[in-house]
C-alpha cells in the first residue's frame, strides 16, 4: 500500500464539498468535507478554498487536482461542457477541461447530455461516479443513483446509452416543507426504510402512479380522518414518491440493478427495489466517485502529455 499522495480528488457539488488526498494505487490518505459548495464560494473564488483544505492538510505544491461536479457548471469555475450520449464512460477524461492559471495542475471532468428535443437531460459529476460504479460491477446494464435529483442510466458495456432524471428528493423536500403536507409531515425524522407505511407507499406509488396527486392529499386527509401519526404520513410520502419514480424508470421484477449510493438513502432505495421484486447490487457512492475521478486523470495523463499546460 503506497502512502506518498499522488492527486487531489474533488466532488465539488452545488452545496457540498469532498476532497482525496489519494496515492497511485487509490489509497485514500485524507480527506476533507464542508458544505462549500459552488453556491457558497463565489466571493471567496474557488482556487481560495480549494487551496485552504490542501494547506490544512499540508498537501506538497505538487499534486495534481482533478475534480467532478458543479464546478464545471456554467456558474462554476471554468465550464467543462457536456459529451453527448451514448458515450463511453472510460474516455471522459480525454475531455477534461483545464483550468486556466492554477499554481498547480487542475482539470475538470466533463457532463453528460441527451439532446432529446422532447425530454433533454444532464448529469454533471454523476458520470464521474458512473465510471466508478461501472469498473465496480462492469456488465450492468442500469444503475439508478439516488439523490436530490435521481438519476436512473442504462448501459451497453462502457457505452452510456441513455439516462432519465427523477426530482424526486427535491418534490419530497418541497411537498414537505411548503405545502398542506407540512401539518401532516412536520420534523426532520428520517425514514425507516423498514417502516410499513413506507413499503406500501412504495408500492402503491409503483403500481398506480397516475394516481400520485391524489395519493400525496389522501396524507393529509388520513391525518383528518384517522390520526395518522406525522412520522407514517413522512414515511408514506416518501414511499409514494419513490415508487412513482420507479414506475417512471420502468423497472421490473427480476431485473437487476446497480444502486449507486450510501447512508440513509441507500437504505431506503435497496429496501424499496427489494419490495418490487429488483435484484439489487450495492455500490458504494463514495468508493465509485473516487475511482472515477483517478481513473479520469489516468486517462488525461495518458492522452496529453503533449498538451502545454496553460
Same mark, same amino acid.
Request: proline share 4%; aromatic share 6%.
Given at each position: 500500500?503506497?502512502?506518498?499522495?499522488?492527486?487531489?480528488?474533488?466532488?465539488?457539488?452545488?452545496?457540498?464539498?469532498?476532497?482525496?488526498?489519494?496515492?497511485?494505487?487509490?489509497?485514500?490518505?485524507?480527506?476533507?468535507?464542508?458544505?462549500?459548495?459552488?453556491?457558497?464560494?463565489?466571493?471567496?473564488?474557488?482556487?481560495?478554498?480549494?487551496?485552504?483544505?490542501?494547506?490544512?492538510?499540508?498537501?506538497?505544491?505538487?499534486?495534481?487536482?482533478?475534480?467532478?461536479?458543479?464546478?464545471?457548471?456554467?456558474?462554476?469555475?471554468?465550464?467543462?461542457?457536456?459529451?453527448?450520449?451514448?458515450?463511453?464512460?472510460?474516455?471522459?477524461?480525454?475531455?477534461?477541461?483545464?483550468?486556466?492559471?492554477?499554481?498547480?495542475?487542475?482539470?475538470?471532468?466533463?457532463?453528460?447530455?441527451?439532446?432529446?428535443?422532447?425530454?433533454?437531460?444532464?448529469?454533471?459529476?454523476?458520470?464521474?461516479?458512473?465510471?466508478?460504479?461501472?469498473?465496480?460491477?462492469?456488465?450492468?446494464?442500469?444503475?439508478?443513483?439516488?439523490?436530490?435529483?435521481?438519476?436512473?442510466?442504462?448501459?451497453?458495456?462502457?457505452?452510456?446509452?441513455?439516462?432519465?432524471?427523477?426530482?424526486?428528493?427535491?418534490?419530497?423536500?418541497?411537498?414537505?416543507?411548503?405545502?398542506? $403536507? %407540512?401539518? *401532516?409531515?412536520?420534523?426532520?425524522?428520517?425514514?425507516? #426504510?423498514?417502516?410499513? =407505511?413506507?413499503?406500501?407507499?412504495? +408500492? /402503491?406509488?409503483?403500481?398506480?402512479?397516475?394516481?400520485?396527486?391524489?395519493?400525496?392529499?389522501?396524507?393529509?386527509?388520513?391525518?383528518?380522518?384517522?390520526?395518522?401519526?406525522?412520522?407514517?404520513?413522512?414515511?408514506?410520502?416518501?414511499?409514494?414518491?419513490?415508487?412513482?419514480?420507479?414506475?417512471?424508470?420502468?423497472?421490473?421484477?427480476?431485473?437487476?440493478?446497480? $444502486? %449507486?449510493? *450510501?447512508?440513509?438513502?441507500?437504505?431506503?432505495?435497496? #429496501?424499496?427495489?427489494? =419490495?418490487?421484486?429488483?435484484?439489487? +447490487? /450495492?455500490?458504494?457512492?463514495?468508493?465509485?466517485?473516487?475511482?472515477?475521478?483517478?481513473?479520469?486523470?489516468?486517462?488525461?495523463?495518458?492522452?496529453?502529455?503533449?498538451?502545454?499546460?496553460?
Amino acid at each position: 500500500m503506497s502512502t506518498s499522495p499522488a492527486i487531489v480528488a474533488v466532488d465539488w457539488g452545488t452545496s457540498s464539498f469532498r476532497l482525496w488526498l489519494m496515492s497511485r494505487d487509490g489509497t485514500v490518505l485524507a480527506e476533507h468535507r464542508s458544505h462549500e459548495g459552488m453556491s457558497e464560494v463565489a466571493d471567496r473564488g474557488f482556487e481560495a478554498v480549494l487551496e485552504g483544505h490542501l494547506q490544512a492538510l499540508s498537501a506538497p505544491a505538487t499534486l495534481p487536482v482533478v475534480i467532478c461536479g458543479m464546478a464545471g457548471a456554467r456558474q462554476g469555475w471554468v465550464e467543462a461542457g457536456y459529451i453527448d450520449t451514448p458515450a463511453d464512460v472510460t474516455t471522459l477524461g480525454e475531455s477534461a477541461t483545464i483550468v486556466p492559471g492554477t499554481a498547480r495542475r487542475t482539470i475538470i471532468i466533463p457532463g453528460l447530455a441527451v439532446r432529446s428535443e422532447s425530454e433533454p437531460d444532464v448529469m454533471r459529476g454523476e458520470e464521474t461516479q458512473l465510471l466508478g460504479a461501472y469498473l465496480e460491477m462492469p456488465g450492468g446494464e442500469r444503475y439508478c443513483m439516488p439523490g436530490t435529483h435521481s438519476k436512473w442510466v442504462s448501459m451497453n458495456g462502457a457505452s452510456v446509452t441513455g439516462f432519465e432524471t427523477f426530482m424526486t428528493g427535491e418534490l419530497f423536500s418541497v411537498l414537505s416543507t411548503k405545502t398542506i $403536507l %407540512v401539518h *401532516s409531515t412536520g420534523g426532520e425524522a428520517k425514514v425507516d #426504510a423498514n417502516d410499513p =407505511a413506507f413499503l406500501t407507499g412504495i +408500492r /402503491d406509488g409503483w403500481a398506480r402512479p397516475e394516481r400520485i396527486t391524489h395519493q400525496l392529499f389522501s396524507i393529509r386527509a388520513g391525518q383528518l380522518l384517522h390520526n395518522h401519526a406525522e412520522e407514517e404520513n413522512r414515511a408514506r410520502l416518501s414511499g409514494l414518491l419513490i415508487g412513482a419514480e420507479f414506475a417512471g424508470a420502468g423497472i421490473r421484477g427480476g431485473e437487476q440493478i446497480g $444502486l %449507486v449510493s *450510501s447512508g440513509a438513502l441507500q437504505r431506503l432505495y435497496h #429496501a424499496a427495489l427489494l =419490495a418490487c421484486g429488483v435484484k439489487v +447490487r /450495492d455500490i458504494d457512492a463514495d468508493v465509485a466517485v473516487r475511482r472515477g475521478l483517478m481513473e479520469s486523470w489516468q486517462r488525461f495523463s495518458n492522452t496529453s502529455k503533449d498538451k502545454k499546460y496553460p
